[in-house]
């Protein structure tokens, strides 16, 4: 590994780089968080953890739960997508072709936040009222 | 130093796996590569196959019990081992990204997959025992 700075990638300005950094580091957190209450006994929800429709359900009644959840939602996505963007551009794409791929992970970024919003919500709604 | 004869173009994408005759560098980015686009392949699955909550507690309870079989587990444990490295490669890029730690980088990969193997192998136990 030779000792350099580290280089700026073309095509990557610095905010998609910043968010990519800094969503990096908060999914680390959250996703400590979200696999050590998920999977483990550390946090008591119910007797079945999340692995029955219920205790997921109850899991989601502390408003804590759905905050985080939607939180590390949009960072993974946009951390992912942000990644993905990254890779394709060492293919070198055409003006054109990185506004068709712009465009494309935008919208398929939005959509998926969307749908986890969605079925974050579509959860809650089966708690007893 | 001679220019390796395997770097990798836009029409020779594939080379990007190619470790030959580069630095210990070329492991650390092919590793992040290669679990970047599983995780990302593992989140929107993930995403999709949660749409069972949405349908109702037969649908979701049904699904895990399919996930029970060693095939899922052995599959849930790569996204695992995944994550650990390319978590904490991130946190090596990042650091040097801001021009810390850079003259021990390679000393930081070698730690990073040590943790990344007893990672595995702790997970690995507890996933299959449990």
């Known amino acids: ?129 | 130093m001679s220019t390796p004869t395997n770097q990798p173009s836009p029409k020779n994408w594939y080379k990007w796996f190619d470790p030959r005759g580069r630095d210990l560098g070329t492991w650390a980015f092919i590793l992040n590569r290669l679990t970047a686009l599983g995780l990302t392949f593992y989140l929107f699955l993930h995403l999709i196959v949660l749409g069972q909550l949405a349908i109702g507690p037969d649908a979701y309870d049904q699904f895990v019990e399919l996930l029970h079989s060693p095939v899922f587990i052995f599959g849930e444990l790569l996204v695992v081992i995944a994550g650990i490295y390319h978590g904490l490669n991130g946190l090596r890029v990042g650091l040097t990204s801001f021009g810390i730690a850079i003259p021990y980088q390679k000393q930081i990969f070698i730690g990073l997959l040590i943790l990344t193997i007893i990672g595995s192998i702790y997970f690995g136990i507890t996933m299959f025992t449990a």
């Open chain 1, 1 to 129: 590994m030779i000792a350099t700075k580290s280089v700026p990638k073309s095509g990557e300005g610095m905010w998609l780089w910043l968010i990519k950094i800094v969503s990096g580091a908060l999914i680390i957190l959250l996703l400590g968080l979200h696999f050590f209450v998920n999977h483990t006994g550390l946090v008591s929800i119910t007797e079945n953890g999340l692995l029955t429709h219920e205790g997921v359900v109850q899991y989601y009644a502390n408003p804590i739960v759905p905050t985080i959840e939607i939180l590390f939602l949009i960072f993974v996505i946009s951390h992912s997508l942000i990644g993905l963007r990254s890779i394709l551009l060492d293919l070198k794409p055409s003006r054109a072709a990185l506004n068709v791929i712009n465009w494309v992970f935008t919208l398929v970024g939005v959509v998926a936040i969307a749908y986890g919003i969605w079925l974050v919500f579509k959860i809650l709604s089966f708690l007893p009222a």
